[in-house]
């Protein structure tokens, strides 16, 4: 029996296995009718998951463990059987914020490299100081949800100089398919957020890349496909069929010679309505960096590859340590433990046996 699914997407590059799953048969191979359904913030997609207009979700992995843990106003207990991907992040910031950048750390002459995240943080610790010491405004950096890794990488990278992200740094939220806009006009001076977003800063003109997110933090858990937690207790058949789509999305996109035909199916405009030799530029690691710079090959920028999709207790783990540091929780007895449960490896790993 042909079992149909209502699942939940932006549009991101890190969506390729469901975009894969959906439109290159490998759904239909494992009895299952899936319907993507577009969307354009990660509090629409929570919360039409926690409602049940959607069977499942495209979803940052913290926003899960977030919302499973009650914190920021909405409970909705959610499970993640399979990953979606690791990595696939960039800090990028405007022209003219990496032109002054770039003259900060040049004063720097021991060690003047802007590639280096060390370099770059006190580079824009020297701006931050310059800033108030001129009476200006301060910096404004955003990320494309609050409970993110996106917010996280920014924390961390930021730390590095002493700089503080909504203290010494404006912190806004903007949603991915908004940040080059806002980057364009003004509103924010940077940005961290998935692909393709910061490669169309770059192609836009208005923005280069700062660091690509493997930069910063190695094999970062993004994004987690969502469920209801109580859905994937009752509904087994339907998250074990979808959950073998996927691993064999990954398997197929993980052939460089497929790379063009799912850049092709990304690029559609009912998925991310974006030049297919952008996207394909980006699977294969290549990364227009802007600011004058050459392509910068990064391998592992993004990761679809099976070993990457086995969702790991033990991201929890980096998860809360790092909505710690941002200020967001206060650790609590059984926080672990329940944040752990978000990842279930148990089907995942049956599966492949």
């Excluded at 759904?27 to 998951?49: C, P």
């Excluded at 843990?69 to 991907?85: E, F, Q, W, Y």
């Excluded at 460089?256 to 980006?282: C, K, Q, S, V, Y």
């Amino acid at each position: 029996m042909t079992l149909h699914l209502r699942v939940g997407f932006l549009p991101l590059v890190d969506a390729a296995l469901l975009v894969a799953a959906a439109d290159a048969g490998f759904a239909e191979g494992r009895g299952l009718a899936l319907e993507l359904v577009r969307d354009v913030s990660w509090s629409n997609l929570r919360d039409r998951l926690h409602v049940r207009l959607l069977d499942a979700a495209h979803m940052l992995a913290p926003a899960a463990i977030a919302s499973t843990l009650g914190i920021g106003g909405v409970t909705a207990p959610m499970a993640a059987p399979i990953l979606l991907n690791l990595n696939g992040n960039a800090v990028t910031v405007s022209t003219c914020r990496f032109e002054e950048l770039a003259r900060a750390a040049d004063g720097d002459l021991a060690d003047g490299d802007l590639a280096d995240p060390m370099v770059s943080a006190r580079a824009l610790a020297k701006l931050v100081g310059m800033r108030k010491a001129s009476g200006l405004p301060p910096l404004t950096f955003a990320a494309v949800f609050g409970f993110s890794s996106h917010t996280y990488l920014l924390c961390d990278w930021m730390a590095r100089g002493g700089v503080r992200l909504g203290q010494d740094v404006r912190f806004e939220v903007v949603p991915p398919v908004q940040t080059v806009e806002a980057l364009r006009s003004g509103r924010i001076d940077g940005f961290c957020a998935g692909a393709p977003w910061n490669t169309l800063a770059v192609a836009a003109g208005v923005g280069a890349i700062l660091h690509c997110g493997v930069d910063l933090q190695a094999d970062c858990p993004e994004k987690a496909l969502a469920w209801r937690a109580d859905d994937v207790e009752r509904r087994g058949e339907a998250v074990s069929r979808l959950n073998a789509a996927l691993v064999d999305a990954s398997r197929w996109a993980g052939a460089e010679t497929n790379w063009p035909r799912l850049a092709e199916l990304l690029a559609t405009p009912e998925r991310l309505g974006m030049p297919a030799d952008l996207i394909e530029a980006i699977l294969r690691g290549e990364i227009a960096q802007g600011g004058g710079r050459p392509v910068r090959p990064v391998a592992s920028y993004i990761r679809f590859d099976e070993k990457a999709l086995r969702p790991e207790p033990g991201h929890a783990d980096w998860l809360l340590a790092a909505m710690a540091r941002a200020g967001q929780l206060v650790p609590e007895l059984g926080m672990s433990e329940r944040a752990r449960a978000v990842f279930r490896p148990a089907a995942f790993d049956l599966m492949l046996s």
